[in-house]
């Protein structure tokens, strides 16, 4: 029978110094292990399974000697029945870590979000409002909730106060969140229904945002102005104005004429061919380019392949450059809105489909069946109707003059 050692007093260990294992006695196994360095703690011996294993029990003088001493009867006690506490200690340590690693923010999760999509935006703008709308508008509410807590009640109190006052801002912020919280839900950091989902969820609390809101439409010229305001356009000097001009003759978004580049414009066949990743669908899109439209860009400053079309004094034009030209001429419209006039143009002017002024304005045609079937971008047509759209431009005669027989 092995001989017990001899029950060590609190001075006693504190006096324990020298290098080694040392037992203290008052439970078998128990010693106190010294390192070179001065370093103490307590392990414990125990036989497991029919095999010596060792466990810490904390350092001296944290874990002082008495509560070393409960720690190991405990220890010692759950071996008597037959289970292995080391690895009941681990599989406690790696639960505890698991549930650490759940308990994230909704702040945190929207930040990892947008640091995620970040990369397949467009523009830096559109990661700025979303960081912005979150911040302002959810994070007083939900943002220090751990994500796995925020209920259909958190979404609507910050929605409620915004809903009919902003409600196209609410709208977008309910959209951000929803898609946070599908975020998290994919992560595994949290279950069940998505709180901010709109359809059988949010549309029983709170009314339809087209019924609280009236949607704003950009202000447009109307048609039988175009000609008198061209006529006004092409007399101001300035980038600005030139670019204003061409978005106007390509049916184009500000951003994509204020992007363009050298290399994308081909006089030879007269094409300016937008590259996917500059265009809000995200594909390629072939625009023909009518006489005036060739002319504008040949009296340009021309560039290398590389450099922008529309370049400023002080670099790429802003989003403001064209506003400001309207601004200048008085005209209460949008870049924007040229996009509807012609559109307008089209539908009450001219014979040319309904589809092919989608494609030109590089809208999605149909559903996703129809695209998918919808191979070609209609380009001979959207040629014809161009060149029709800069001639009604440059046509003299009364703004009210016989609408295109085409």
């Given at each position: 029978?092995?001989?017990?050692?001899?029950?060590l007093?609190?001075?006693?260990?504190?006096?324990?110094?020298?290098?080694?294992?040392?037992?203290v006695?008052?439970v078998?196994g128990?010693?106190?292990?010294v390192?070179r360095?001065g370093?103490?703690?307590?392990?414990?011996?125990?036989?497991?399974?029919?095999?010596?294993?060792?466990?810490?029990?904390?350092?001296?003088?944290?874990?002082?000697?008495?509560?070393?001493?409960?720690?190991?009867r405990?220890?010692?006690?759950?071996?008597?029945?037959?289970a292995?506490?080391?690895?009941?200690r681990?599989a406690?340590?790696?639960?505890?870590?698991?549930?650490?690693?759940?308990?994230?923010?909704?702040?945190?999760?929207?930040?990892?979000?947008?640091?995620?999509?970040?990369?397949?935006?467009k523009?830096?703008k559109?990661?700025?409002?979303?960081?912005?709308t979150?911040?302002?508008?959810?994070?007083?509410?939900?943002?220090?909730?751990?994500?796995?807590?925020?209920?259909?009640?958190?979404?609507?109190?910050?929605?409620?106060?915004?809903?009919?006052?902003?409600?196209e801002?609410?709208?977008?912020?309910?959209?951000?969140?929803?898609?946070?919280?599908?975020?998290?839900?994919?992560?595994?950091?949290?279950?069940?229904?998505?709180?901010?989902?709109?359809?059988?969820?949010?549309?029983?609390?709170?009314?339809?945002?087209?019924?609280?809101?009236?949607?704003?439409?950009?202000?447009?010229?109307?048609v039988?102005?175009?000609?008198?305001?061209?006529s006004r356009?092409?007399?101001?000097?300035?980038?600005g104005?030139?670019?204003?001009?061409?978005?106007?003759?390509?049916?184009?978004?500000s951003?994509?004429?204020?992007?363009?580049?050298?290399?994308?414009?081909?006089?030879?066949?007269?094409?300016?061919?937008?590259?996917?990743?500059?265009?809000?669908?995200s594909?390629?899109?072939?625009?023909?380019l009518?006489?005036?439209?060739?002319?504008?860009?040949?009296?340009?400053?021309?560039?290398?392949?590389?450099?922008?079309?529309f370049q400023?004094?002080?670099?790429?034009?802003?989003?403001?450059?064209?506003?400001?030209?309207?601004?200048?001429?008085?005209v209460?419209?949008?870049a924007?809105?040229?996009?509807?006039?012609?559109?307008?143009?089209?539908?009450?002017?001219?014979?040319?489909?309904?589809?092919?002024?989608e494609?030109a304005?590089?809208?999605a045609?149909?559903?996703?069946?129809?695209?998918?079937?919808?191979?070609?971008?209609?380009?001979?047509k959207?040629v014809?109707?161009?060149?029709?759209?800069?001639?009604?431009?440059?046509?003299?005669?009364a703004?009210?003059?016989?609408?295109?027989?085409?």
């Amino acid at each position: 029978m092995p001989r017990k050692a001899k029950e060590l007093s609190p001075l006693e260990v504190r006096r324990l110094t020298r290098p080694g294992r040392w037992s203290v006695g008052g439970v078998d196994g128990l010693a106190l292990q010294v390192t070179r360095t001065g370093a103490r703690s307590w392990v414990l011996r125990l036989t497991v399974a029919g095999k010596q294993r060792e466990m810490g029990l904390g350092s001296f003088p944290t874990v002082p000697l008495a509560e070393a001493r409960e720690k190991a009867r405990s220890q010692r006690a759950k071996t008597e029945l037959g289970a292995d506490p080391i690895s009941l200690r681990r599989a406690a340590l790696s639960a505890a870590t698991a549930e650490r690693s759940l308990q994230q923010t909704f702040a945190s999760v929207a930040a990892q979000y947008i640091a995620q999509h970040a990369k397949s935006w467009k523009n830096k703008k559109h990661a700025a409002q979303w960081t912005s709308t979150l911040q302002t508008y959810a994070s007083p509410v939900i943002g220090p909730l751990l994500v796995r807590d925020v209920t259909t009640a958190h979404v609507i109190k910050v929605l409620e106060p915004i809903w009919t006052t902003k409600t196209e801002t609410a709208t977008r912020v309910r959209s951000r969140m929803e898609l946070v919280l599908d975020f998290a839900a994919a992560r595994g950091l949290r279950a069940g229904p998505n709180p901010a989902r709109w359809r059988a969820n949010l549309d029983a609390a709170l009314p339809k945002a087209s019924k609280v809101a009236k949607v704003q439409h950009h202000a447009a010229v109307a048609v039988d102005r175009m000609r008198i305001f061209m006529s006004r356009l092409r007399t101001l000097s300035g980038m600005g104005a030139r670019a204003l001009e061409f978005a106007i003759l390509t049916a184009a978004r500000s951003g994509e004429v204020r992007g363009a580049t050298w290399t994308e414009i081909d006089f030879t066949v007269a094409l300016w061919t937008v590259p996917g990743e500059r265009m809000k669908s995200s594909r390629e899109h072939r625009v023909p380019l009518s006489k005036p439209a060739i002319k504008l860009l040949r009296a340009l400053p021309q560039g290398g392949p590389g450099d922008l079309v529309f370049q400023g004094r002080l670099g790429p034009l802003s989003d403001m450059s064209l506003t400001a030209v309207l601004r200048r001429m008085k005209v209460k419209a949008t870049a924007h809105g040229f996009r509807s006039t012609f559109r307008d143009w089209v539908s009450e002017y001219t014979n040319h489909a309904s589809e092919v002024a989608e494609m030109a304005l590089a809208h999605a045609v149909g559903d996703k069946v129809e695209a998918a079937y919808r191979r070609g971008d209609l380009f001979d047509k959207r040629v014809s109707l161009m060149n029709d759209w800069a001639e009604f431009l440059a046509r003299s005669g009364a703004p009210g003059s016989a609408k295109a027989s085409r």
